[in-house]
Every structure is written in structure tokens, then in C-alpha cells.
């Protein structure tokens, strides 16, 4: 697998936080350019300058139509030039009804 074409590239990454009933607790979009990229893990450089983030990587992106201008939901933000988009579900785990009384 050549990693190296996706490293300098831009992403953009949805993530959904789902609570144990499955209800939307959270909606989040991060964008940025990618710095590395592995077998498993691909790290990317938040384009609002708050440091690193990594998503899970299993070789494959979905390519992004580079032209396409992207609206982020928690901030308003206009994105261009994203080459590549990923998003990911999150699963709060289930938590134990009994408190232990």
C-alpha cells in the first residue's frame, strides 16, 4: 500500500458520539492536512492549530470532490480543497443500571 500518496493531502472527518441508546449526543467536523499515515492509524494536523488527530485507517478514503465547498455544522466554517472525507460513529457503552444498593 503506497501511504505516501495520502500524506500532504487535505481530510475532512465527521464524527457522531452516540449515548447507550443510541441517541445523538454530539456532532463533530475536523479538517486538516495529513502528516502520517500507517497500516492502522492516519494523523492529521487540525487545521485550527490545536495539535494532531487520528482517525482509524484501513488503507481506503473516500475521495472528495476538490471543488466542493463544505459548511461544518458546529462551527459555520467554509472548507475547500478537502481531497478526502471519512466519518465514524462513536458507541457510548452500555451502562450497568444497578448503582450497587
Known amino acids: 500500500m503506497n501511504t505516501h500518496m495520502f500524506v500532504g493531502k487535505r481530510i475532512l472527518v465527521g464524527l457522531t458520539y452516540l449515548n447507550a441508546n443510541g441517541d445523538v449526543q ?3 467536523q475536523l479538517h486538516g492536512l495529513i502528516s502520517s499515515v500507517d497500516e492502522h492509524t492516519l494523523t492529521f494536523e487540525k487545521a485550527d ?8 485507517f484501513d ?3 473516500a475521495a472528495a470532490d476538490p471543488e466542493a465547498i463544505y459548511t461544518l455544522r458546529n462551527t459555520g466554517e467554509a472548507v475547500s480543497g ?6 465514524f ?3 457510548s457503552p452500555a451502562t450497568d443500571s444497578q448503582d450497587g444498593e
Open 26 to 28: 454530539e456532532q463533530v
Open 49 to 56: 492549530g490545536s495539535g494532531q488527530f487520528s482517525i482509524p
Open 59 to 61: 488503507g481506503q478514503l
Open 82 to 87: 478537502v481531497n478526502f472525507v471519512a466519518s
Open 89 to 91: 460513529t462513536i458507541h
